[in-house]
């Protein structure tokens, strides 16, 4: 089991508690099997984000000033299924770490006024861990969980200081420390995703946008810092790019539900997607074809090869409505529909199946052409099911047509 790191980073100093990995992923979660994931997070801190507050009782002290934090990192994502998640590692980098915040107050009898004051001098490149990528169960949305602290928890990006503090009669003091206040400020800000047994901060919401699928945050959010609440400027991008799927008919011209979007118009299919959609669903790709869903439900893209597209549907579901532009003659099956025990092929017609997960019972209507429909994981047999006819599959028992 591996072990990570959660980092507590105070303005100064570092404190480290470990906590267990939690089990992996399930297979099948709706992620890409393969992708690249682009991560890039600003922070606006203010003085108070460094420990620059005020002592009480001296109304001449101010503090001015912020330093802005930008990491940046482009990860490569595979699933992994000895860890049962859609996995990557790559270093994190500053690609900005710039500005000073500053604190001064006068002192009775002292001519010269207290200062402290830092600034960034140098920075040092960390790790970010994506732990996985999956779907939001009942969305087409995509879910991120990340360890900016790479896979250690302890491998978190770091900036070197030129500090400076004295006054009031008191000698200047120079020190250069090495902290991670961007790791803190964005662990802060994201503090409510992070998962309940790990260090894993999970961003949600991952929506479909013009090849890939992305969230973005451009905000003001309170962060606290050894007691001290303080506002802080965010602004971080994360998406998502698949390795999708080629040709038209693995494209989606248009996808609704109940009238509405659902938000994967232009997407193309990727290995591992998991596609969602309520009563009324109806999904036309780029070649003509289309999928519609009655009473809505959910199914996965097992694989969408050029001319070869395949999908499962692994719990009940009523009519799955399949209207599949004929093909050239020839060739391998160029659409087919699984459930747990049957699977059913074509190269060009209209069908329907529903599938009954707690009976494991598949039935088929074909509308035109014919469909094999065979048999598969411990169930045996196949039959060739014409226009007009239906067949069923049950358990382990062999395909048999019942009508027609």
């Known amino acids: 089991m591996r072990y990570r790191a959660m980092v507590c980073v105070a303005a100064l100093g570092v404190a480290l508690l470990a906590i267990p990995a939690g089990a992996p992923a399930a297979e099948g979660d709706g992620a890409p099997k393969q992708a690249t994931v682009k991560f890039e997070s600003l922070m606006g801190i203010p003085p108070y984000g460094y420990s620059l507050v005020c002592p009480p009782g001296i109304p001449s002290c101010a503090s001015s000033g912020a330093i802005d934090l930008e990491t940046k990192a482009e990860v490569p994502v595979t699933y992994q299924k000895n860890l049962g998640a859609t996995y990557g590692l790559a270093p994190l980098e500053y690609s900005k770490a710039e500005g000073s915040a500053s604190m001064s107050f006068t002192c009775e009898g002292k001519p010269d006024p207290y ?59 120079l020190s250069s420390p090495l902290m991670g206040t961007w790791y803190y400020n964005f662990y802060e800000a994201h503090r409510e995703s992070q998962q309940p047994t790990t260090n894993d901060l999970e961003l949600q919401g991952l929506f479909y946008n013009h090849g890939a699928y992305t969230k973005a945050y451009d905000r003001m959010v309170n962060v606290s810092n050894g007691g001290v609440t303080y506002p802080l400027y965010e602004k971080t991008r994360i998406e998502v790019e698949p390795e999708f799927c080629t040709g038209d008919e693995n494209r989606i011209s248009s996808a609704t539900g109940e009238g509405r979007s659902l938000g994967l118009d232009g997407a193309s299919f990727y290995p591992g997607q998991k596609i969602w959609g309520p009563p009324k669903t109806k999904i036309s790709y780029g070649d003509g074809s289309r999928i519609e869903m009655e009473k809505g439900g959910e199914f996965e893209i097992d694989k969408c090869e050029e001319d070869h597209t395949s999908v499962t549907i692994a719990h009940s579901i009523g009519r799955f409505w399949t209207h599949v532009k004929h093909a050239l003659a020839g060739g391998e099956t160029k659409f087919e529909v699984k459930t747990k025990r049957a699977v059913a092929g074509v190269r060009g017609t209209t069908f329907a199946i529903s599938y009954n997960e707690k009976k494991e019972l598949t039935k088929l209507w074909v509308m035109e052409h014919t469909v094999r429909f065979a048999g598969r994981n411990g169930a045996k047999g196949k039959v060739l099911v014409h226009a007009g006819q239906v067949a069923v599959q049950k358990g382990k028992g062999a395909p048999r047509i019942v009508k027609g």
């Open 115 to 173: 200062v402290s004051k830092l600034s960034p001098s140098g920075t040092t490149a960390g790790e970010l861990e994506i732990a996985s990528v999956k779907a939001v169960p009942g969305t087409n949305l995509l879910a991120v969980a990340l360890n900016h602290g790479g896979d250690s928890g302890e491998e978190y990006p770091r900036e070197t200081y030129s500090r400076s503090d004295g006054g009031c009669g008191a000698p200047n003091f």
